[in-house]
């Protein structure tokens, strides 16, 4: 059984920071795309940046400069450094992550539970 686990979300002032983190683990035996997502009440799930096992990255238009994802691939984490935040950025953040477990030919998606980020004065 293959699961994420995310930390890292909490209460910031607008212009503050946060770091998330989310760790795979289980039976891993490759881990292709990793990402972050998010998704604000009222509103379907968005991707937010995502990194290849080569380490290429894209980000949505409204976080670029602000936002950087990197991943550590002995570690299987996968980070995103949130600067310069604002209110607009407040969402559930979810992890998501293409994993081939020991034994299967195949990729599958697996998301974290999801960890609230809240941007508020």
């Known amino acids: 059984q293959v699961q994420l686990l995310e930390s890292g979300g909490g209460l910031v002032q607008p212009g503050g920071s946060l770091r998330l983190s989310c760790a795979a683990s289980?039976?891993?035996?490759?881990?292709?795309?990793m990402g972050w997502y998010r998704q604000a009440p009222g509103k379907r799930r968005d991707l937010v940046a995502d990194?290849?096992?080569?380490?290429?990255?894209d980000y949505t238009d409204s976080v670029k400069g602000r936002f950087t994802i990197s991943r550590d691939n002995a570690k299987h984490t996968v980070y995103l450094q949130m600067n310069t935040l604002e209110p607009e950025d407040t969402a559930v953040y979810y992890c998501y992550a293409a994993i081939k477990s020991n034994g299967s030919p195949y990729f599958r998606g697996v998301w974290g539970q999801g960890t609230q980020v809240t941007v508020s004065s």
């Open positions: 289980g039976s891993i035996f490759s881990i292709n795309d």
């Open positions: 990194i290849t096992s080569a380490g290429s990255t």
